[in-house]
């Protein structure tokens, strides 16, 4: 019955099937050497499995004999594809020779039309669905006060294109079952309908130009331009990436992080800080793999990078910004959620903010991981208290020198 | 007129050449050094679908990675030896594969196949010309991306592996052999094979440029050329201005990479060492780079919706819904793709005053994008569809151009793509509105011409099948990466086990995985049923489709030249399907008004169309006597009328 389907031409199937299968097994016999050949190789591996595993035996210390299970294995799967290969062709000289083809009668047109109804609505149906499905997994509500923004942003194209995904489509799928060769014998000549062309340009233009001011509203203002309000707390922090770990720096009592430069980077000074700067001594070097942020003050994270491309990513707070070697990026953000309150709205107990790296920076990229804490200033405040200054000084200062030097600059 | 007289010289040359068979072809000047358009078409089209093929089998391998992280595979040691150990894929690797896999994919087959492939084959035959302006530049144009192919395969056998920093080789990690086994050997050869690349597509594109402008046939005007070619013409502009910045950016990569320059590297401490590079920036880069990244995605697009404007007007029966609107909007989006670049880079720390300038700029690409998909449904609208494989494959290109082109909406909008960044919503969007949907234009334009290229039909039946397993697995492939993007899933991970929020979403990347592997063994399909085809496949008619465009008024058996005798001359658009008073439901560009007064049957299954075109073209001497245009006559004239001073000299 595959017969035609598989690819048989009536031309052929005038042909008396005896000549033919003698003709095609003449130019084919190469697969059945190959064939004939795998069998008796799978004969001869078997046999000499048996004296293999004995060698195994004798020789206990060396471990990596031939493999030749897996030789039989590859062989079944070359044996079992041709067999396939094989019948498929067989069933399609059959098929030539007896003549009898059962889609024959099938109108080409119709079923590949009751197709799209089938594949198109469903498929519609389907996305819909699985829109509403998967939402469970979808980010939460944003933890940060611009995120809200973005997340009203996104919602609001949703709301514009999810409906015309759906109506658009079902234009397309309308004009396949009003028009197709069947329901109607003729096309009407049609050059252009000026009305329509401009129709369209109006109902695409609206909703550009309004995401467009939108977009360019909430990314100057509420995302590039922020400042602090009235009383609310600031704090800096640093976040350097390198392959394949993020560090994080916090300012000391004074509030200011200090002077770096990549050449002092060695030792004990991973971030390469200067500590001849004094605003450098007093900076905070956490061990633990964990940014903490208070809630609700304006967070100015400085990004940097000490070897190559990375991104820092904080999904949950919609913030986003690479970490450019040799260029000093930052990026400001208020959260607004803290972690308790997170998990206790979301009813997951072991919830954490986390910070990702979204920019290819070689083998272990996936497994950059910081885990971010929210909390109120005054745990925020204690924990501060708890870090450790970088400033060792019992660390020989000439070190750093002596780096210098070496490198010739 | 120049080109009259160059039609002269080439009926000269061809009857000196094809016709008489006067010099012998051996195997290498017909297949290997051939410099006939047709040939290379075919050329390019077998290279191009060849690295498609292995990229999208490199895509089964990390799908597998993807959805069964900690499984392993023993059969992948054996393919891959040391890069997965204990059938584990290596970290390294598996980014190996994605770049590769996007490497082979937007250029080799998306690039080289696709225009390659189609403005090789129709822009000589549509717009009839006996080949294009330099058939050896043309053949140089392959030779230049078959080698590029090798060397980008070469690759796969360097000790530390190909190219691994992704398929935009973002520096410092692409310029750095210690950030990444990667970035060394492998990388020179990729940056080497994408120069030979480049250099074979501004060939074809001059080729392509040129043949256009030059070598039209009487009568074909610009405004009377098929959507294909103007959107092929157009496509060669902007490969040809925007492909340059790239390999200046490549260029300097390798100096970075290999002579110590500091183009794109400053401030590196790495693998304990730091780095004497000061001053340079990889946002350099990044500019350099998207200055072609983002026309590349419309030298993907254009050409497909080109051809997906002739599959659906042929298969219709219906002239293209608002033909000059269709121009303007493929001017309109190559005008448009040059100046949206930074939406690639929002977050990479630029000015933000450009991330505002880039979003109004990239919003604008969505008008004529839409123009264009609304013409198309207009199109269908009273038509009368003939759901044939290149039909099916036309509305699924459609289909795929909007699932995947109104997500544009939310990547192109600045402070929306701080979250979507980087994550699987940009996957699947780029998948579904560049990738699917040219490749599903590819596979039309295929079943379309088949016939064309090799004088047989593809099985239909086979097609049907291979469409509905495609175009299903296809949408359950790249669909579901939306809700990942959403979900914040980044891009670029070889596993998603490490974060809380990637790792939920492991039921539906097995899903994915499933999908993927079926729809890449529904290929096989289609590869058996092109080679069954090309060899045992049904004679084709000279004209299968009852298409009006040149190419099927030459002879099926493919000759020198293209015409055997005069070159056909144009009376009319394109698009003449289903005109009303005409005597068939289309009539040929070749077919005069005085033809179908004095009663020519071209619509019949054994008419000649080289008894009008013969007739047709004014002798040698003649031309400089005769008018330009044949005078239409009254009963269908609204397309057939003269346009002049459009007629290049």
Redesign the interface.
């Known amino acids: 019955m595959w017969g035609?389907?598989?690819?048989a031409?009536?031309?052929?199937s005038r042909m008396k099937l005896l000549p033919y299968l003698c003709g095609y097994m003449e130019r084919m016999r190469w697969l059945s050497v190959l064939g004939l050949g795998g069998t008796v190789w799978a004969q001869i591996g078997a046999a000499a499995k048996a004296r293999a595993t004995e060698l195994a035996l004798e020789a206990a210390e060396k471990s990596a004999a031939f493999d030749w299970t897996?030789l039989l294995w590859?062989l079944v799967w070359i044996e079992t594809l041709l067999i396939v290969f094989l019948a498929f062709r067989l069933i399609q000289l059959v098929v030539q020779y007896t003549g009898y083809d059962p889609?024959a009668r099938w109108d080409?047109?119709k079923v590949?039309?009751r197709?799209?109804m089938a594949?198109?609505l469903g498929?519609l149906f389907l996305?819909l669905w699985?829109?509403f499905k998967?939402a469970p997994?979808?980010?939460p509500e944003a933890a940060s006060r611009?995120?809200v923004?973005?997340d009203g942003?996104?919602n609001g194209?949703i709301s514009?294109?999810y409906p015309?995904?759906i109506l658009?489509?079902l234009?397309?799928f309308y004009?396949?079952w009003r028009?197709?060769?069947g329901r109607?014998?003729?096309?009407?000549?049609?050059?252009?309908?000026h009305k329509?062309?401009w129709a369209?340009?109006i109902?695409?233009?609206i909703?550009?130009v309004a995401?467009?001011i939108?977009?360019?509203y909430?990314?100057?203002l509420?995302?590039?331009g922020q400042k602090p309000e009235a009383g609310q707390k600031t704090v800096e922090i640093e976040v350097v990436a390198?392959?394949f770990q993020w560090r994080v720096r916090y300012p000391g009592a004074d509030g200011k992080l200090g002077r770096y430069h990549?050449?002092l980077?060695?030792g004990e000074n991973v971030l390469?800080l200067d500590f001849t700067d004094p605003k450098a001594q007093d900076d905070l070097l956490p061990a633990a793999k964990e940014i903490h942020l208070p809630v609700n003050a304006l967070v100015t994270i400085h990004?940097r990078s000490?070897?190559?491309?990375h991104?820092l990513?904080l999904?949950?707070f919609?913030?986003?910004?690479?970490a450019?070697?040799?260029?000093k990026?930052q990026v400001m953000l208020v959260p607004t959620i803290t972690t308790k309150e997170m998990r206790r709205k979301l009813g997951k107990p072991?919830?954490?903010y986390?910070l990702?790296?979204?920019?290819?920076?070689?083998?272990?990229?996936?497994?950059m991981?910081m885990k971010v804490v929210v909390e109120s200033w005054e745990e925020y405040q204690a924990w501060l208290a708890q870090q450790k200054p970088a400033y060792q000084p019992a660390q020989p200062s000439t070190l750093t020198q002596a780096?210098l030097s070496n490198?010739?600059? | 007129m120049a080109t009259h007289a160059m039609e002269g010289t080439h009926a000269h040359v061809h009857e000196g050449h094809g016709h008489d068979h006067a010099h012998k072809e051996t195997f290498w000047t017909k297949y290997i050094f051939s410099q006939d358009h047709k040939t290379i078409a075919k050329q390019f089209l077998l290279t191009g679908f060849t690295a498609g093929f292995i990229g999208i089998l490199l895509s089964a391998i990390f799908r597998l990675q993807l959805a069964f992280p900690d499984k392993s595979f023993?059969f992948l040691e054996?393919i891959l030896g040391k890069w997965a150990p204990e059938g584990r894929l290596?970290?390294?690797f598996y980014?190996a594969l994605v770049t590769m896999h996007g490497t082979i994919l937007v250029f080799w087959l998306l690039t080289g196949g696709l225009s390659g492939t189609f403005a090789n084959l129709l822009i000589p035959l549509q717009i009839g010309a006996r080949d294009m302006a330099s058939p050896f530049l043309n053949m140089l144009s392959f030779h230049f991306f078959f080698w590029g192919t090798v060397v980008l395969f070469a690759s796969f056998f360097v000790e530390t592996g190909p190219a691994a920093?992704?398929w935009t080789v973002?520096?410092?990690?692409s310029a750095?052999p210690q950030?990444?086994p990667g970035s060394g050997l492998g990388m020179i050869l990729w940056i080497v094979a994408l120069v030979l690349f480049v250099v074979g597509v501004l060939m074809g594109g001059l080729n392509y440029i040129t043949t256009v402008l030059n070598m039209r046939t009487q009568g074909m005007s610009l405004f009377r050329m098929p959507l294909v070619v103007w959107a092929l013409f157009t496509v060669a502009v902007l490969g040809l201005l925007s492909f340059p910045p790239a390999v200046a950016a490549f260029i300097l990569l390798l100096f970075d990479h290999s002579l110590g320059t500091s183009f794109y590297?400053?401030?590196?401490?790495?693998a304990g060492q730091?780095l004497?590079q000061?001053?340079?920036?990889?946002?350099l880069y990044l500019h350099l780079f998207w200055f072609l990244g983002h026309p590349e995605v419309y030298i993907v697009l254009l050409p497909a919706l080109g051809i997906t404007s002739e599959l659906i007007t042929a298969h219709?029966?219906?002239?293209i819904?608002?033909?000059?609107?269709m121009v303007l909007s493929i001017l309109g989006i190559a005008f448009v793709s040059f100046i949206v670049w930074a939406h690639h880079?929002f977050?990479?720390?630029m000015n933000?005053l450009l991330?505002?300038i880039f979003?109004?700029t990239t919003?604008?690409v969505?008008?004529p994008s839409?123009?264009k998909?609304?013409?198309y449904?207009?199109t269908?609208?009273?038509?009368?569809?003939?759901?044939?494989t290149p039909m099916?494959f036309a509305?699924g290109t459609?289909?795929f151009f909007?699932?995947g082109g109104?997500?544009g909406?939310?990547l192109g909008?600045?402070?929306?793509d701080?979250?979507l960044?980087?994550?699987y919503f940009v996957v699947g969007h780029f998948h579904l509105v560049m990738g699917v949907s040219a490749v599903f234009a590819m596979f039309g334009g295929t079943y379309h011409w088949f016939p064309r290229l090799w004088g047989r039909m593809m099985?239909?039946?086979?097609g049907?099948?291979h469409f509905?397993l495609t175009?299903?697995g296809a949408?359950l492939v790249f669909?579901?990466m939306y809700?990942m993007g959403?979900?914040?899933v980044?891009r670029?991970?070889?596993?998603?086990t490490?974060?809380?929020?990637?790792s939920?979403?492991q039921n539906?990347n097995v899903f994915i995985t499933v999908a993927a592997l079926i729809t890449i063994a529904a290929q096989f399909i289609f590869i058996?049923?092109f080679f069954?085809?090309m060899f045992?496949?049904?004679p084709a008619p000279r004209n299968p489709w009852k298409a009006t465009t040149l190419e099927w008024s030459s002879p099926v058996k493919h000759l020198h030249g293209n015409w055997p005798g005069k070159l056909p001359v144009v009376h009319r658009w394109p698009y003449d399907?289903?005109?009303?008073g005409a005597p068939a439901?289309f009539i040929p560009q070749y077919i005069s008004d005085e033809d179908i007064a004095r009663g020519v049957r071209w619509w019949e299954e054994d008419f000649e169309p080289l008894t009008v075109i013969d007739r047709a073209e004014p002798e040698e001497g003649e031309k400089q006597a005769a008018s330009p245009e044949p005078k239409p006559a009254p009963a269908f004239s609204?397309?057939a009328k003269p346009e002049e001073g459009s007629s290049p000299s």
């Open positions: 035609r389907a598989l690819g031409t009536a031309s052929q897996g590859k889609f080409r047109d590949n039309m197709l799209w594949v198109g498929g996305a699985s829109t998967y997994l979808y980010l611009h995120g923004l973005i942003l996104r194209i514009f294109t015309a995904f658009v489509h234009m397309l004009m396949i028009y197709y060769n109607v014998r003729a096309a009407v000549y049609q050059e252009t309908h329509l062309e369209s340009l109902a695409i233009s909703p550009v995401i467009a939108a977009g360019i909430i990314w100057s509420p995302v590039h390198e392959q990549y050449t980077i060695g390469g990004v000490k070897d190559v491309l991104s990513f999904p949950h919609r913030t986003h910004i690479y450019v070697p040799g260029q990026n072991d919830f954490d986390e990702a790296c979204n920019q290819l920076c070689g083998g272990a990229h996936y497994n991981r780096r490198l010739n600059l | 023993p054996t290596d970290p390294n980014m920093a992704g973002y520096p410092p990690l750095l950030a990444m590297l400053s401030d590196i401490y790495i730091a004497p000061q001053g340079g920036n990889v946002l219709a029966r219906k002239p819904f608002g033909y000059r609107i880079i977050v990479s720390g933000p991330g505002s979003t109004a919003l604008l969505a008008i839409a123009m998909i609304f013409n449904i207009f269908l609208w009273k038509g009368r569809i003939h759901l044939t099916l509305i459609v289909s909007i699932s109104l997500t909406f939310f909008v600045a402070p929306l701080i979250p960044h980087n994550t099985n239909e039946r086979l049907y099948i509905w175009f299903i949408n669909f579901p809700y959403f979900g914040g980044p670029r991970y070889y596993a998603f490490e974060f809380s929020f990637t939920q979403w539906l058996y049923n069954h085809s045992w496949g049904k399907y289903s005109k009303p439901d609204p397309n």
